[in-house]
């Protein structure tokens, strides 16, 4: 059974840099069908889906645009786990932080339809002086 | 950017009621769609994959159509344990995994 173990702190100051870390067991950062991603969820943004990494012979990131300047979402393989780190948090970067695994749950030939299968425990992250 | 807006936002229904909620792609999204479930102070668990396709475990209540632009989840006969927060979710293109805005799916 895969699991995702989120730890981080809740309380980032305005300015700092908001750092979580995802553990994962039952499963591989370097995963070859995986995709390793963070989301955040507050009443204004709803789900907003942040960025990925993965590994298909070599790694890859993607970002969402609207945070694409100040983040950064790293593999660590000697812990099997990823990290995000968000650069110059203003209190509108207060949000529960999810991270997930996107697998292939649909994949039939050329086609391969990801979804979010696993999902971390959720971080209640709070900007604030 | 794909925006995906769903309707209603809110909904009361009644244990055993059949209950539809929509969702609407802004383009072409073929069956790159799935549909969430989430509960209050829970992460959100996936219900159905490519428009139509039951994740295992979901009790087959849930069901989901639609293709394009245009896609619906039912639920046949609402379960108390039902009564939450649903998502779609689209997974064709940049950015990807963007969400719909939620249907909140209450007791009447």
């Known amino acids: 059974q895969v699991q995702l173990q989120q730890s981080g702190p809740g309380l980032v100051k305005p300015s700092q840099t908001l750092s979580l870390t995802c553990a994962i067991s039952?499963?591989?950062?370097?995963?070859?069908?995986?995709?390793w991603i963070w989301i955040r969820q507050s009443p204004s943004r709803g789900l907003e889906w942040l960025g990925r990494?993965?590994?298909?012979?070599?790694?890859?990131?993607d970002y969402a645009v609207s945070v694409k300047s100040r983040i950064t979402i790293n593999p660590d393989t000697s812990k099997n786990q990823f990290s995000l780190q968000l650069k110059s948090v203003t209190p509108d970067d207060t949000a529960v932080y999810y991270c997930?695994?996107?697998?292939?749950?649909?994949?039939?030939?050329?086609?391969?339809?990801?979804?979010?299968?696993?999902w971390g425990q959720g971080t209640t992250v709070t900007v604030s002086s | 950017d794909i925006q995906m807006t769903q309707s209603p936002s809110s909904l009361s229904a009644s244990v055993g009621d059949r209950v539809t909620i929509t969702c609407r792609a802004s383009?072409?999204?073929?069956?790159?769609l799935n549909w969430y479930q989430q509960k209050p102070g829970k992460a959100p668990k996936v219900l159905i994959y490519?428009?139509?396709n039951l994740q295992s475990g979901v009790p087959s209540r849930f069901s989901g159509i639609g293709s394009g632009t245009d896609f619906t989840l039912t639920i046949s006969s609402l379960q108390p344990e039902d009564f939450a927060t649903y998502y779609c979710?689209?997974?064709?293109?940049?950015?990807?995994?963007?969400f719909g805005q939620g249907t909140k799916l209450e007791i009447k």
């Open positions: 997930a695994r996107a697998s292939p749950l649909f994949d039939s030939g050329p086609t391969s339809i990801y979804g979010l299968d696993v």
């Open positions: 383009q072409n999204i073929n069956t790159y």
């Open positions: 979710q689209q997974s064709y293109s940049s950015p990807l995994y963007t």
């Open positions: 990494t993965y590994y298909r012979s070599k790694w890859y990131n």
């Open positions: 039952g499963d591989s950062v370097s995963s070859y069908s995986a995709a």
């Open positions: 490519a428009a139509s």
